[in-house]
T-cell receptor, first 110, second 114 residues
Framework: DVKVTQSSRYLVKRTGEKVFLECVQD?????MFWYRQDPGLGLRLIYF???????EKGDIPEGYSVSREKKERFSLILESASTNQTSMYLC?????????FGPGTRLLVL | AQSVTQLGSHVSVSEGALVLLRCNYS??????LFWYVQYPNQGLQLLLK??????LVKGINGFEAEFKKSETSFHLTKPSAHMSDAAEYFC????????????FGKGTMLLVSP
């Protein structure tokens, strides 16, 4: 079974803090993705990566950055958290076309 | 560009009744289509997918979906709803690019009453 894990299920941060969300997959997948999920808006793609050290912007990259130093790990970084980044964050990996999701991190920014 | 429309943000059925969740897509090339389910405070779980071949695909938990190219639809059905089916369901499409980026619908919450 594919396993995608995320470092935290719940996080509470303060405005202006730097936030790291970590995602690890154990299936040697090339592609990894970060989404945010908000009620009524569905899932929106923030960034994705198709190889180590490679990254591509998704639909809503503003306010976020990513890092992929190893194939199995893809990190999402909020350089200076804001209240409008309060959301559910979902990581996924795929090879080739089917995406498998982690359990999600619910982030609250106060 | 591709897009997905799910008709109805909420669908209510009685236990034992037919479940029908609607999904229409637009894509400039033959699509790959997916249905995912999300239980409260969990990630998305793949229910089923259509890539090529048979247009009627069967998934987990008794769900199935039929790809209808002429109608650009990929509706999800289950003959008899169970209380445990209550969840949010997402339809998604990809153009089968090498990066396999998915475009999701906004989701349909399925409510099952006894």
């Amino acid at each position: 079974d594919v396993k995608v894990t995320q470092s935290s299920r719940y996080l509470v941060k303060r405005t202006g803090e730097k936030v790291f969300l970590e995602c690890v997959q154990d299936m040697d997948h090339e592609n990894m993705f970060w989404y945010r999920q908000d009620p009524g808006l569905g899932l929106r793609l923030i960034y994705f990566s198709y190889d180590v050290k490679m990254k591509e912007k998704g639909d809503i990259p503003e306010g976020y950055s990513v890092s992929r130093e190893k194939k199995e790990r893809f990190s999402l970084i909020l350089e200076s958290a804001s209240t409008n980044q309060t959301s559910m964050y979902l990581c996924a990996s795929s090879k080739p076309e089917t995406q498998y999701f982690g359990p999600g991190t619910r982030l609250l920014v106060l | 560009a591709q897009s997905v429309t799910q008709l109805g943000s909420h669908v209510s059925v009685s236990e034992g009744a037919l479940v029908l969740l609607r999904c229409n897509y637009s894509s400039s090339v033959p699509p790959y289509l997916f249905w995912y389910v999300q239980y409260p405070n969990q990630g998305l779980q793949l229910l089923l997918k259509y890539t090529t071949g048979a247009t009627l695909v069967k998934g987990i938990n008794g769900f199935e979906a039929e790809f209808k190219k002429s109608e650009t639809s990929f509706h999800l059905t289950k003959p008899s709803a169970h209380m445990s089916d209550a969840a949010e369901y997402f339809c998604a499409v990809t153009m089968n690019s090498g990066y396999s980026t998915l475009t999701f619908g906004k989701g349909t919450m399925l409510l099952v009453s006894p």
